[in-house]
Every structure is written in structure tokens, then in C-alpha cells.
């Protein structure tokens, strides 16, 4: 059966027409672009999308289905979804079905379209922006309606989106094999395989609301604190912030990826900016300074930190000094003190999906950990 028509209206006024894939209606959000060849259904999953409508660069999406077994959270997160060409057949062993009926039976709606080239230009070159996806009925109305409505949506900017997506209530990720650690795990939109990570390495992880207060934080008696990645504006976020500052005042060792990077820089002091269509793929470079090894890495962020890269500089918790940088546009990758146990990377070492140059990070966590004298 053909799928009916749907239609993709950007902020700025330009159109795509293409088909209904997934569930039918209409959705806004900001429309970014994702260069990974692999990993969609962690994509799918991964609440740092909240709000966010998804374009694939790769030309065929859904080959290998859909599973149990790797998804990132509970549920689709993305507000809507745009491919080129859907797989008509899901082929691999490990599917429990297809894409396009997981989208549908969870009320995502997306657009199969010839043009996914010529947007990922146009966004790259205009920048992320909002846009909608109208598709059956909903694509009937005059653009002109469609385009009203897609600039009526909340812009990112401003958005304190983490405690949408977090865990309402605590819960434990117990360690796998004997327990070495205990951290306390700060939930901004974290991914499955985060206190998983930590758990292959002995850390029985107690996973916090994003409400989670220092005390609360502390009250855990933790050998370690991690913030997890997660969606929205870093400097919209308040109370994270200062939960974050309570733990660098106790001296308890910190680890920070991706939105927990951000809040790292703001606690230390510093600002954050919107990038102009940031970072979502699986294949940017990072270098280490200290070290100049570089990894391949995952990422998922559309601000970045604002810190002085040719130099340590003063912080209230002491020196500290842009540990990684991104080789595509120098853009901070990582942030570190020199005087307390604490750092943080911009980029996804958890990533499921690959590559997992930078998987070694949660055993530098460990160590931090074990020297803190706990």
C-alpha cells in the first residue's frame, strides 16, 4: 500500500514533500542532522534528542530492524524522524520487528524523502532550526498554516528540558562481579549504557533525578559523582548546577559526559553558547592534549563550553584546563581540574553502537576514585 503524503516545512520557509513513515499527524521541533551509518535505534532512544526532530544522512534507515536489547531509554524520544529510504524488510537475527511499525506504535511521525542530502546542506549552511513534519490529513492545510505553526514552537535556546526525561524515583545499577565503588549517578537524560559501563568495571550506580540535590547526592556517601548527558540549554539548567558546585566542595571524585560536561563548565564559572548545527554522529574526531591520542568518537550536542584552550586558567575550585579538543572545528571536548579529583568530555565513550575508542575514560574514572583516599 502507498503511504499518503507528507511534507517537511523548515522555520525559514523551504519545503520538502515526501511519504508518511511511522505514525501519521503532524510534529515540530528542532530539525538536526546525524551522520551515523549505524546505531539508529540507540539514536531513537537517546533522550538527548527531546524536542528534536531527527534527519539521517544515510540513505537507508531500518535494515536490521528493531530490538529489546538496544534501546537507551524506554521509549522513541525524538520528536519526529526524516529518512531517505525506509528498509523494506528488516533483515537480521536479532529483530523483534520493524522500524517503521516501532515509530508508528509509538506515535512518531516521520517523513521518507528523496532530498535528505539537500537538507543536511541547507541545515549545515543555515544552521539547526525549527521545523515540522505534516503527514496524511495533516499535510492537507495550506503551508502557509503548517509554516505557523512550526514557528510558534519553543526554540532550544532557553529550553531546561532535563528533568522532563529523567527518572522521577532513584534506582540502583547494581555492580556485575564484585562491587569495587559506589557511584552516584545524576540522571540529565542518561543512556542504558552508561551505568552499564561502570557497572563491568564493579560500580554499584545509584541513579538520581535530575531534582537531585548536593546533600541528596552526598547522603549516598559516594565514592564518586557522574553527571550524564542529556537535552536543552546548559544555561537555562539552575538547580543541577548548584548540586554539581556542592559536590566539587566536598572533593568527592566527578565525571561529566556530554550536557554533565556543560554543567561541569558552568559550575567551574564559564559560559555556553549554541552551536550553529552542532555535533550528532559517530565519527568525530577528538584529541587528548596531554596525550595526543586521537579518538574516534559518538556525539550528540548542539552547545559546546566557552573556555580558554592555550592555557590552564583560575577556577573557585582551583586550575583547570581544556583537556580534549575537536579536530573538525577546535571546538572544547573536555574540561579537567588540576588541584581535585574532577573532569568531564563533551562526546558519548558509552556509545552502544561504536566506536568505543574512548571506552577507556570510565576506567580513568576508577582510578580517580580509588586514589581519593575513601
Not at 295 to 300: C, G, K, T
Request: hydrophobic share 40%.
Amino acid at each position: 500500500m502507498t503511504p499518503p503524503p507528507a511534507i517537511l516545512i523548515l522555520e525559514d520557509g523551504r519545503a520538502f514533500q515526501g511519504a508518511a513513515y511511522g505514525a501519521e499527524g503532524g510534529t515540530v521541533g528542532e530539525i538536526v542532522f546525524n551522520t551515523g551509518m549505524t546505531g539508529y535505534q540507540e539514536t531513537l532512544t537517546d533522550p538527548s534528542y527531546a524536542r528534536q526532530i531527527v534527519a539521517m544522512t544515510a540513505p537507508h534507515i531500518g535494515n536490521t530492524g528493531v530490538n529489546d536489547e538496544d534501546p537507551e531509554s524506554a521509549r522513541i524520544q525524538v520528536a519526529g524522524y526524516v529518512v531517505r529510504e525506509p528498509a523494506r524488510v528488516a533483515s537480521s537475527w536479532r529483530a523483534t520487528g520493524s522500524l517503521g511499525a516501532a515509530l508508528r506504535a509509538q506515535g512518531v511521525v516521520g517523513i521518507a524523502m528523496p532530498g535528505t542530502r539537500a537538507l543536511t546542506r541547507h541545515l549545515r549552511d543555515r544552521g539547526a532550526m525549527r521545523a515540522g513534519i505534516f503527514s496524511g490529513a495533516a499535510a492537507a492545510a495550506p503551508e502557509a498554516e503548517l509554516l505557523a505553526k512550526v514557528r510558534a514552537a519553543p526554540a532550544m535556546e532557553g529550553a531546561d528540558l532535563a528533568a522532563e526525561v529523567a527518572t522521577k524515583e532513584p534506582y540502583v545499577v547494581p555492580a556485575i562481579g564484585a562491587k569495587r565503588f559506589t557511584v552516584a549517578a545524576v540522571d540529565l537524560g542518561i543512556k542504558a549504557m552508561t551505568p552499564h559501563r561502570m557497572a563491568e568495571r564493579g560500580c554499584e550506580v545509584h541513579v538520581l533525578p535530575a531534582t537531585a540535590t548536593a546533600a541528596d547526592i552526598l547522603a549516598l556517601e559516594p565514592d564518586g559523582v557522574f553527571f550524564s548527558n542529556g537535552p536543552g540549554d546548559p544555561a537555562a539548567t539552575e538547580g543541577p548546577v548548584e548540586a554539581l558546585r556542592g559536590v566539587l566542595d566536598a572533593g568527592t571524585p566527578f565525571f561529566g559526559i556530554c550536557f554533565g560536561n556543560q554543567l561541569f563548565g558552568r559550575a567551574l564559572g564559564l559560559g555556553t553558547y549554541k552551536m550553529r548545527f552542532g555535533h550528532r554522529g559517530i565519527n568525530q574526531p577528538v584529541r587528548d592534549r596531554a596525550t595526543g591520542k586521537v579518538d574516534v568518537s559518538a556525539h550528540n550536542h548542539g552547545f559546546a563550553v566557552d573556555a580558554p584552550t592555550d592555557a590552564p586558567f583560575d577556577t573557585p575550585y582551583g586550575r583547570a584546563e581544556v583537556s580534549h579538543v575537536n579536530l573538525n572545528d577546535d571546538c572544547v571536548e573536555g574540561l579537567r581540574l588540576l588541584d581535585r579529583p574532577a573532569f568531564s568530555v563533551q562526546y558519548h565513550p558509552e556509545a552502544a553502537a561504536g566506536p568505543h575508542d574512548a571506552t577507556g575514560l570510565f576506567d580513568r574514572f576508577c582510578e580517580l576514585m580509588e586514589g581519593s583516599g575513601k
